[in-house]
């Protein structure tokens, strides 16, 4: 019933958005047509911008996610993993989250495959899902579609962000869904 | 930063990729991933182009005002450096209000138009302002309200009720998006993160 409205309310998002719009701007005598090509000019000079990060970042994921440093990564960071209580299964989930979105979810369908779609460590990582993004990724492209070369405090931020989203999802799904 | 992260994701991974004997694999993926990039981008340039246009609507209609308006007293507290009735206001809010919805393929567009608005506030092109990285924060933080593409991935793995994760994904999301920007607004402050004197100096000079 739940999952039903819920479907339903994000099927429904985009075409109320569109229309609303549209209609809101026909209502105060806005040229709509006009103005759509007028904004919609700037997708072509986006796309040219973001390209080049966009290359860089997706062949560098590539190229980490078919070697197998993942497994190497994991196994070393599971012995500092275990003494803040963290599950170690969750361990690769953390480290891909950042990089790759599609990567994460492979790892949530092996979590289910390996351990059961109602097992703690695949709730958990889908709960880190819901509640980090594809750092890394969201910075270069963001960036670089503005050639902003120094980032400051950026990175730090976004990571603090994703671990505050990681702790946070293993301490609710151990209340929510260790019974 | 990210010069070191990106080479060491790519030197990293052919090493290993030697050391296993899997060398082959990770240069095919390197090789592909690039021409996935393009198709990927090119896909984005359309779904971009429409919604600049709609978001091009919105404005002159005087809609992007009136919800700039509401938000007014929150988004002025986290970016004071914006003018309330500035662009990047307006494609800020539309950005994190379709990411709220779970709509990431409407959020990314409004994103870097907002990046682009605040960009033009920007005296020093290549840094980064606090408003940009505010507003990053909170973006690669997640707002999403309900993570409809898990909970699909979940049903398809046989999930009796993957509709449970929405509750805790929402109180963890919400810890993070406070965590982003506690995280943004005090590291801000930090001498290593400051504008540096001699950038300006140079800035200046020119």
């Known amino acids: ?179 | 930063m990210l010069n070191i992260i990106w080479s060491v994701l790519i030197i990293s991974g052919f090493l290993i990729g030697a050391a296993t004997g899997n060398v082959q694999n990770v240069t095919a993926a390197a090789i592909n991933s690039a021409k996935m990039a393009v198709e990927l981008a090119i896909g984005l340039m359309g779904v971009m182009a429409m919604w600049l246009g709609i978001l091009r609507i919105a404005e002159e209609s005087g809609l992007i005002n009136i919800i700039s308006r509401a938000l007014k007293p929150i988004m002025i507290l986290l970016f004071p450096e914006v003018p309330e009735d500035h662009p990047a206001m307006g494609a800020m809010i539309m950005n994190i209000s379709t990411n709220i919805l779970g709509l990431g393929n409407a959020a990314t567009p409004f994103g870097l138009k907002a990046m682009e608005e605040l960009q033009t506030l920007n005296r020093y092109k290549d840094t980064a302002t606090n408003s940009m990285v505010t507003f990053l924060a909170i973006n690669t933080s997640s707002v999403t309200l309900i993570p409809a593409s898990t909970i699909a991935l979940l049903t398809a793995a046989g999930a009796r009720n993957p509709a449970e994760i929405i509750g805790p994904s929402i109180i963890a999301t919400t810890m993070s998006t406070l965590g982003a920007i506690i995280a943004a607004k005090t590291l801000q402050r930090l001498p290593r993160y400051k504008i540096k004197p001699w950038e300006r100096g140079r800035k200046n000079a020119a």
Request: proline share 4%; with cysteine; glycine share 8%.
């Open chain 1, 1 to 179: 019933m739940l999952l039903k409205s819920v479907e339903y309310v994000s099927q429904l998002a985009i075409p109320f958005m569109i229309v609303g719009i549209i209609g809101y701007g026909l209502q105060k005598n806005v040229k709509v047509y006009e103005a759509f090509t007028e904004g919609a000019k700037g997708g072509f000079a986006t796309f040219i911008r973001i390209i080049p990060s966009f290359i860089a970042m997706l062949v560098a994921i590539g190229v980490f996610r078919e070697s197998g440093a993942l497994d190497l990564l994991t196994n070393a960071l599971k012995p500092i993993v275990r003494t803040i209580n963290i599950p170690e299964e969750v361990v690769p989930m953390m480290i891909m989250r950042p990089l790759s979105g599609s990567g994460a979810q492979s790892i949530i369908s092996q979590l289910a495959r390996t351990y059961g779609p109602e097992s703690l460590a695949c709730r958990t990582a889908a709960v880190m899902m819901g509640s980090s993004e594809t750092t890394l990724y969201v910075l270069a492209i963001y960036f670089g579609s503005i050639s902003i070369k120094k980032q400051r405090h950026a990175l730090a931020s976004g990571l603090i962000a994703d671990l505050v989203g990681f702790l946070s999802a293993v301490y609710v799904s151990r209340i929510f869904f260790n019974s």
